[in-house]
């Protein structure tokens, strides 16, 4: 048994002693849960009894090959924004086009971003990279915060070192560093961009947990909605409040959607009257098949040597779904004819999904029903892409009053400000459920120091 292992069946058999077997220190957590809006409609955005454990040596190797494949990606934005072929490569839309040719003011790519990912046996697993709106940061800081002096975990630090990971003073550095590098001169003020067209509802708000932590460091922030947004003499507003730095949190697609290229915040982005973190321009990491060109070794044959490396051993072989020839493992193959003969070591997804929508795993399919799957991605912009599996541990709950533990598949999400990954967040899922579960969220994660 690892240390790991040992160090969880040891806070197991915490949950199962005396003082803790009552779950009503789970009570009180949940409570308090409740009371700083990390819950909807009675559940939980962390149903989950135990953090997420990572040695210390496995978070320094998830943070050394997350930060190598975020400058891989880097590197290849800026080989496709240079490349008329490359970009066509992209699948854009127009709009999405004319967005990416415009200059952010800043020189990252990426200001912020989110590696999603499964560690499995130590290894990193790269399956898709979030740079619109990467989420869980500040929920995930808070929960640790939560947990960190529960009772059982008090217990448990007894004997182990637990180190948190956070993000939001991170996040907060990477803003006002792209502002300044955009030429900012005066004290930002900050708009949290987003959709919802009421503030006060009672689902979890991370926008509110950001806005309310810029404020506390001396912003003036506000969460604002686009179809508020307003640019007049050189100026974007949201009513009296004067806006110089957005923090972007809605995706292009989503944008684009909703709203075209004459909308306030498009002309004032091109004006250069407010920084925008990300970047419209981040919409190209977005597409899945950014992952496809990054497998593409003779477009990545003079990246440097450990970039290259961190690609080969964590990022699935993908390709954009097309009636073409490509290569794997150095053979030449029919693409479409290479994934209906290889069924079980494939999954079909949307370019640009990121809500799990319309994912097709090959292992869970027919011959008939993978062929049908491949038609509808022959129509529609999707990736092929080399099956991963999923890291999964137990984790307990409370079900009704009882403690229970239930198998669930782990996903780590590194969280990365200008090039440099600070923190990560654990999203669990129930293993076997199809997609959507109500059995599903956050788990707050912390390192186990050696010689704890």
């Excluded at 989950?48 to 040695?55: D, G, M």
């Excluded at 044959?301 to 290569?327: D, G, N, Q, S, Y």
């Amino acid at each position: 048994m690892s240390r790991l292992e040992e160090a969880i069946a040891r806070y197991h058999r915490i949950l199962e002693s005396d003082p803790f077997r009552d779950l009503e220190w789970a009570k009180q957590l949940r409570e308090r849960m409740e009371a700083d809006h990390l819950s909807s409609g009675g559940r939980l955005l962390c149903p989950f009894l135990r953090p997420h454990l990572l040695t210390r040596r496995q978070y320094n190797t998830l943070v050394s090959n997350a930060e190598h494949l975020v400058s891989a990606i880097d590197r290849m934005q800026n080989m496709v924004l240079a490349s008329p072929a490359l970009m066509a490569r992209m699948d854009l839309l127009p709009a999405e086009k004319m967005l990416a040719s415009i200059d952010p003011g800043y020189r990252v790519p990426d200001v912020t971003s989110q590696i999603d990912s499964h560690v499995n046996n130590g290894t990193l697993h790269l399956v898709q990279y979030n740079a619109d709106s990467p989420t869980g940061v500040a929920w995930a800081e808070h929960l640790a915060e939560l947990f960190y002096d529960c009772g059982p975990v008090k217990e448990f630090r007894k004997k182990h070192r637990l180190t948190r990971v956070g993000g939001k003073k991170h996040m907060l550095a990477a803003l006002l560093k792209a502002y300044k590098e955009f030429g900012g001169k005066d004290r930002p003020r900050i708009g949290i961009l987003e959709l919802r067209s009421s503030f006060h509802g009672t689902a979890p708000s991370e926008y509110e947990l950001f806005r309310d932590f810029f404020r506390r460091e001396g912003y003036e922030a506000e969460i604002v909605s686009p179809d508020q947004l307003e640019y007049r003499n050189g100026v974007l507003v949201r009513g009296g409040f004067r806006i110089n730095l957005i923090y972007r949190r809605i995706s292009v697609q989503e944008f684009l959607m909703r709203f075209d290229l004459s909308h306030p915040l498009v002309r004032a982005y091109r004006d250069r009257a407010v920084c925008v973190v990300n970047g419209f321009r981040s919409e190209l990491a977005h597409k899945k098949v950014t992952l496809g060109l990054l497998t593409d070794e003779t477009l990545t044959a003079r990246f440097p040597a450990a970039e290259r490396k961190a690609i080969r051993e964590h990022v699935p072989w993908t390709r954009l779904v097309a009636a073409t020839k490509t290569t794997y493992a150095d053979q030449v193959v029919d693409l479409p004819d290479f994934i209906l003969q290889n069924r079980e070591r494939f999954v079909l997804k949307p370019n640009d999904d990121y809500a799990g929508k319309g994912i097709f795993f090959g292992s869970e399919m027919d011959s008939s029903g993978w062929e049908r799957a491949l038609r509808v991605a022959m129509r529609t912009p999707y990736v092929v892409q080399e099956r991963v599996d999923f890291a999964k541990a137990l984790f307990p709950l409370s079900h009704w009053g009882d403690l229970e533990y239930r198998e669930m598949r782990v996903d780590v999400h590194p969280h990365a400000y200008l090039g440099k990954v600070m923190g990560c967040s654990s999203w669990l899922t129930a293993t076997g459920s199809g997609g959507f579960s109500t059995t599903a969220g956050l788990a707050p994660t912390f390192i186990l120091e050696s010689g704890g």
